[in-house]
Structures are given as C-alpha cells and as structure tokens.
C-alpha cells in the first residue's frame, strides 16, 4: 500500500470516536455518541443508499429501537407494517402469532429494504452531527501504541489515510476487519450462517405477515417470504454452515426448491418473476466465540457476532450494541477511564448470552421435520404457545420492559 498522504492526528482533530462501518450497528453508535455532545467520524466503504444483503424484516423489538432514534415518523406510512409471524410447516398446519405476542414491544413490525433504512439511520446520525466518510475502505489499524489502538488506516478516493480517534468502534459486519485485526472473531462454523435472497414480484396472496417456511423439503434450511409492498416480497432461505459442510447443500438449488417443490411456499412462488440477481451473505450469531472489546476497541452488531441464531434476525442487536457502545464510550471519555468500557460486554453477557446460547442449541438439535411439525401442529392449535413460541422465536420475553 502506498504511503499515507493525509494525515489527521493533531490534538485537536483527533475524534472522540472512530466508527468502521455505517450500518444500523454504526448509526446506532453514533447517534448515541453524537447526542451526548462527542466527535464522531463514521467510514464506510460504500456510498449510500447502497444494498444490503437481508430479508428486510424489521422485529417489534428493532422497531423500538428506530423509534426510540426519533425515526417513527420516517417509517410510519412509508413502508409496509407487519402484523405478525405466519409459520407454515409441511405437516402442521399454519400457526399464526400476532405481535406483540404478548410482550411489551410495539404491535407492529415492518419490512423496510436495507438501501432505504440504512440511509435512514446514517442520515439521522449526520443530523446529530456525526462527520461521515463514504466510499473510504478502513484497510487496517494504526499500530498498538502504549496499550492503545491510535486510529485507522482508510483508502479514499485512491488515497491513503490516518484518522485518529480515542475509540475505535468495529460496527463493520460479519466480515469485521477491525475485528480480525483485534484478533476478536471466531471462525466456528457453529456460530456462522449463510442465506440467499432476493426480490420477486407477482407472488400470490403477499400478506401483512412475515411468513417462515421450515418445510420439509428444504431442511435443515429455512426459507422466508416477507412482504415489501402489495406486489413485492424479499424471498430468501437460509440455514447454519455446519450444516452445509456436512450435507454439502448448494444455497441456490435449495433456493429452487423452496420455490418449485415445497407444499406451502411453491405454491405462492411458482408464477413469480425474480426482480434481481439471487445474492447470498454471511450471518455471524449467538456471540459464538467472539469478544466483543480489547483496548480502546469495541464491536458491535454483526461484527460481535449478535444475529439471533433462531431467527437469523440482527437489526435488532445491531442497534441495541450500538446504543450500548455509545453509552460505555461515552462514560469512558467523561471519566477519563478506559476500564469502563469493560461494562459493555458485561452488558451484552448480561442482556443475551442465556437467550444465545438457547437458541444455538435450539437450532441445532430441533431444526428437524421431526420436530418442527408436531410443535407447529400443537401451536397452530394452541395460539397461547403460539405466543410462547414467537416471543422466543423473537427473544420478546413478557418480562423484557423496553427501555
Ligand atoms: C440474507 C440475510 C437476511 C437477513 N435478514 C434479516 C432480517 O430480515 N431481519 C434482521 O433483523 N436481520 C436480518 N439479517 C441480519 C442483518 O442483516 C444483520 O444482522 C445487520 O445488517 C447487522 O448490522 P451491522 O450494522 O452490524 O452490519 P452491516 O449492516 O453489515 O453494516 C456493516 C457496514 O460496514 C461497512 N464496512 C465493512 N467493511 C468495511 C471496511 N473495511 N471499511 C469501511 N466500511 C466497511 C459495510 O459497507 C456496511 O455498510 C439478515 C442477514 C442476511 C445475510
């Protein structure tokens, strides 16, 4: 790499906060950042609105969250509102849970494409005041200097960079490259996922649910079809990498056959015309083996491995440990004192390692047909454990308050 040319490290240009990545987990961060009065620079590779790989699906708990961001409005109206979860299982019928399944979230989620709301969430950081850097690729990290990291090394615009920054937050994916730098990530294909999606038109009867389909034909995957607009539907399936590498599944036959040769979803799917290219990503979940803090260095989201293992769903967590990571920052540098950030992955133990590692085992032992139809044929009868379900499903426990 060439040598850096620009180079941001005087005193007074140094920021409070690095952030790598500006996805909800790095919007998050510096929203929190930002309205408690610090300087904040995100950078990301891509210039927004860009696309993102993901099903869309916005859970009750996220949408919390959004709100909570002062976002209600730029949500309300504009994209669709789902009333709930529809489950079909091959052989059990269709159990169908409404939010908020008893919880005490919103009764509502949405299906928001991830070009929208991620531009959404960083236009709303911007507006706090955070500085942003779009279309800058973080290459690497400055090296350690007296138990610190001092800032990064960015390409922009076919120029190398420093920034320094008294924190440096990894909200860079799944793919981290602050995290792998940090030597913070696991490779466990345990913790690892995989899924495709795309967008398809004229699918029959798109509904104001986010539908599951973990039907026999496509086990151990899971396929979804979830509504984003009265003619479009983010189509995906997905399942965990163990199972890939021990059954050597090819993601898009499975993706052909969720939509020629299952019972329910085939049947909506058949006729439907695909809107793009079927694209496939990475999901790390369960907090599987990754530290989510060394030095002056955080992760949150993606990069701290908080997708939720049963569900696949990560906007959640993103913002959530973004939140968090802004907050333990923020005492961090009021206290002068880098041992506080040592309560942030005493949070995140504390709010999720019990729920993670549930739902790891969950998945693993009883993502079978053998399971899975006489569970969803006893809730589709049963809508009380129908809530039970949904709420585990969406780690929506009735004592989880909002907050
Ligand atoms: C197919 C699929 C379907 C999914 N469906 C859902 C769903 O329906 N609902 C749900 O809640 N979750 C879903 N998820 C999970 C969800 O997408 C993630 O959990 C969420 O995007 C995590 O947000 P993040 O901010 O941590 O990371 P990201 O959204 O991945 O953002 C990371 C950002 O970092 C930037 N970046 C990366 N490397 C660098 C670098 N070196 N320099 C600068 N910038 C960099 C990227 O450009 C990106 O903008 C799905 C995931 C997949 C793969």
Redesign the pocket.
């Known amino acids: 790499m060439e040598e850096p040319r620009a180079i941001i490290d005087a005193m007074n240009e140094q920021y409070d906060a690095i952030i790598?990545?500006?996805?909800?987990?790095?919007s998050a961060t510096a929203c929190s950042l930002v309205a408690r009065g610090f300087r904040v620079l995100m950078?990301?590779?891509?210039t927004f609105p860009?696309e993102?790989?993901?099903?869309?699906?916005?859970?009750p708990r996220?949408v919390h969250s959004l709100y909570h961001l002062g976002l209600r409005e730029e949500l309300a109206g504009r994209f669709k509102r789902t009333a709930g979860i529809r489950f079909y299982a091959t052989h059990g019928g269709l159990t169908e849970v409404r939010y908020p399944m008893g919880s005490h979230f919103p009764d509502h989620g949405y299906v928001v494409p991830?070009r929208e709301l991620?531009a959404i969430l960083l236009a709303r950081a911007e507006a706090l005041g955070a500085e942003v850097m779009q279309g800058?690729?973080?290459?690497g990290l400055l090296p350690e200097k007296g138990g610190r990291i001092p800032g990064v090394v960015?390409e922009c615009g076919g120029e190398a960079m420093e920034l320094a920054g008294r924190f440096i937050i990894g909200?860079?994916?799944?793919?981290?490259?602050v995290g792998k730098e940090m030597g913070l990530l696991s490779d466990n294909p345990l913790y690892m996922g995989v899924?495709?999606?795309c967008y398809m038109s004229g699918v029959k009867g798109v509904s104001d649910f986010l539908e599951i389909y973990p039907e026999d034909a496509i086990t151990p995957s899971c396929g979804?079809i979830?509504p984003v607009d009265e003619k479009t539907a983010n189509v995906?399936v997905?399942f965990m990498l163990y199972a890939r590498e021990k059954r050597k599944i090819n993601l898009n036959r499975v993706f052909d056959d969720f939509a020629q040769r299952t019972r329910h979803a085939a049947a909506k799917l058949r006729e439907a015309k695909p809107l793009c290219k079927l694209r496939?990503?990475?999901?790390r979940v369960g907090m599987g083996g990754a530290t989510s803090r060394r030095a002056n260095v955080l992760l949150?989201?993606?990069?701290a491995s908080?997708?939720n293992p049963i569900s696949?769903?990560?906007?959640?967590?993103?913002l959530e440990s973004?939140r968090w990571a802004g907050e333990t920052v923020a005492a961090a540098l009021h206290g002068g004192d880098d041992s506080l950030l040592d309560i942030y992955p005493r949070i995140l133990e504390w709010k999720y390692r019990r729920y993670f590692y549930l739902g790891t085992l969950a998945i693993r032992y009883f993502n079978n047909p053998y399971t899975v139809n006489p569970l969803l044929f006893t809730t589709s009868r049963i809508p009380r454990l129908g809530d039970k379900m949904g709420r585990f499903l969406m780690n929506c426990r009735r004592s989880d308050y909002p907050q």
């Open positions: 790598v990545g500006a996805g909800p987990g790095g950078v990301d590779k891509e860009r993102k790989i993901c099903g869309d699906g916005i859970a996220a991830r991620d800058c690729r973080v290459t960015a909200a860079d994916g799944p793919s981290s490259l899924s495709v999606r979804w979830f995906g997905g496939g990503a990475m999901l949150v989201g993606d990069a908080l997708t696949g769903e990560g906007i959640t967590y993103a973004g």
